[in-house]
């Protein structure tokens, strides 16, 4: 089929076995429940999302052969007439859970191979608005992001300013690594705050902030799903 889904599957399976080093007489390590993913953020005109690898013993994946297999999905496409964006691959943090069920469920596909010893497994998760949108600050160095684009309760991974139009000053709101509260936002809205601000060098953060949120919401509601049926 020409469609673009399964354009992606069949380059993803290509990628994937060019680049997969196999090695015969070991174990293998199967992937199980990882917490340590590699994401490429996939971005064309006809399609977007997240293809998310994870290695046995919940390794963290070697950045060359992340990259090599990004190289050649993204060749493999343009190669296919696919105009697609690169972009840096990401290193995530997402909750435990059962990679392959998870995927089965959640993900457009699924594919897996052996690499050095270890299971490799790869899924694309569908998202059309793959990129966080941000705008000017009066500060060159910053940017400004909507508020919206926070989500309430869960940690940052880069330092959020509120910008004081008084006496036009940034100051920081919450530090990388801390919390932004549902309550915090809430207040910040009712004083008419829209805008939050974050260095420009750190936007890469705010994209792995947005992914590994959004795998999370995934693996939320994988794990309630599956409440539900033992429930039952």
């Known amino acids: 089929s020409n469609a673009p889904d399964s354009l992606i599957i069949k380059g993803t399976a290509e990628a994937l076995d060019k680049s997969c080093i196999r090695l015969s007489g070991d174990k293998l390590e199967a992937v199980t429940a990882p917490t340590n993913v590699a994401c ?3 971005e064309s005109s006809r399609f977007s999302g997240y293809l998310v690898a994870a290695m ?6 070697d950045k060359n052969f992340i990259n090599k297999i990004q190289k050649r999905l993204l060749s493999f496409l343009t190669s296919n007439g696919e105009k697609v964006n690169e972009n840096e691959s990401l290193n995530l943090e997402i909750k435990q859970v059962p990679f392959e069920d998870w995927a089965l469920n959640y993900a457009q596909f699924l594919r897996k191979s052996q690499h050095l010893g270890d299971e490799v497994a790869m899924a694309f998760f569908p998202r059309s608005e793959i990129k ?3 705008g000017d600050s009066k500060d060159e160095e910053m940017a400004s992001v909507k508020l919206d684009e ?33 309550a915090q936002k809430d207040r910040l809205s009712s004083q008419g705050v829209s805008h ?24 939320d509601s994988y794990q309630a799903q599956e409440k539900i049926k033992k429930a039952v």
């Open 196 to 219: 939050l601000h974050i260095l420009k060098a750190e936007l890469q953060d705010l994209d792995k902030y947005r992914a590994e949120n959004f795998l999370n919401e995934k693996i």
């Open 132 to 134: 966080a949108t941000f």
């Open 40 to 42: 490429m953020v996939i």
């Open 56 to 61: 046995g013993k919940d390794k963290v994946i």
């Open 150 to 182: 926070f989500l309430g309760d869960s940690p940052v991974n880069f330092n959020v300013y509120v910008y004081l139009p008084k006496n036009s000053r940034y100051v920081l709101y919450t530090p990388r690594g801390g919390t932004l509260y549902n």
